[in-house]
T-cell receptor, first 118, second 109 residues
Framework: DAGVIQSPRHEVTEMGQEVTLRCKPI?????LFWYRQTMMRGLELLIY????????DSGMPEDRFSAKMPNASFSTLKIQPSEPRDSAVYFC????????????????FGQGTRLTVV | AQRVTQPEKLLSVFKGAPVELKCNYS??????LFWYVQYSRQRLQLLLR??SRESIKGFTADLNKGETSFHLKKPFAQEEDSAMYYC???????????FGTGTSLTVIP
């Protein structure tokens, strides 16, 4: 498997524009996580899914942020409208459930999307 | 509530010196604990998981349930160890990961 794949790797956009970040998890993983990383706040969990169903979105900053997982192999994180304070690196990660027999249950991270909103 | 604490935001050591990155956790059950490493502008990568009791790149971490700690240690630091290190716990009904705030390690040549 190629690992967790995120696109784009870099995104520069103007304030007010819609931004869509994409993630392809590792095949077979039941869990998908979206994180945001900044110098000030470190690594923050935004939302996570289990079997394509959102489980906890309490970390989503505000209504401008939304995430979907239409199928087991694809998820999107959308920001509309974007603001300069949304500038950060956004990571997607996937994993098996804890206690899965014979499987490593750590989170596998993608390379991240570096978002700059000007 | 589940929580992971990394008390040191920054840590500097000289090359060849021992290094210890501290991690304490709070969890009522039996957690899964991990250490991740993030080199400059790269993805987080798994370094160690407590159930494996392994040594990776000379690093070890022992789970101490009495002290609820999972400190990361290496006897002789190398320059290439300079990176950000995150301690993480997985548990709870939601099966999610709880990450510490990270420790930035700098190894001085």
């Amino acid at each position: 498997d190629a690992g967790v794949i995120q696109s784009p790797r870099h995104e520069v956009t103007e304030m007010g524009q819609e931004v869509t970040l994409r993630c392809k998890p590792i095949s077979g993983h039941d869990y998908l996580f979206w994180y945001r990383q900044t110098m000030m706040r470190g690594l923050e969990l935004l939302i996570y899914f289990n079997n394509n169903v959102p489980i906890d979105d309490s970390g989503m900053p505000e209504d401008r942020f939304s995430a979907k997982m239409p199928n087991a192999s694809f998820s999107t994180l959308k920001i509309q409208p974007s603001e300069p304070r949304d500038s950060a690196v956004y990571f997607c990660a996937s994993s098996f459930p804890t206690g899965t027999r014979g499987k490593d249950t750590e989170a596998f991270f993608g390379q991240g999307t570096r978002l700059t909103v000007v | 509530a589940q929580r992971v604490t990394q008390p040191e935001k920054l840590l500097s050591v000289f090359k060849g010196a021992p290094v210890e990155l501290k991690c304490n956790y709070s969890y009522s059950g039996s957690p899964e604990l991990f250490w991740y490493v993030q080199y400059s502008r790269q993805r987080l990568q798994l370094l160690l998981r407590h159930i494996s009791r392994e040594s990776i790149k000379g690093f070890t971490a022992d789970l101490n349930k009495g002290e609820t700690s999972f400190h990361l240690k290496k006897p002789f630091a190398q320059e290439e160890d300079s990176a950000m290190y995150y301690c993480a716990l997985r548990g709870g009904t939601g099966n999610q990961f709880y990450f510490g705030t990270g420790t930035s390690l700098t190894v001085i040549p």
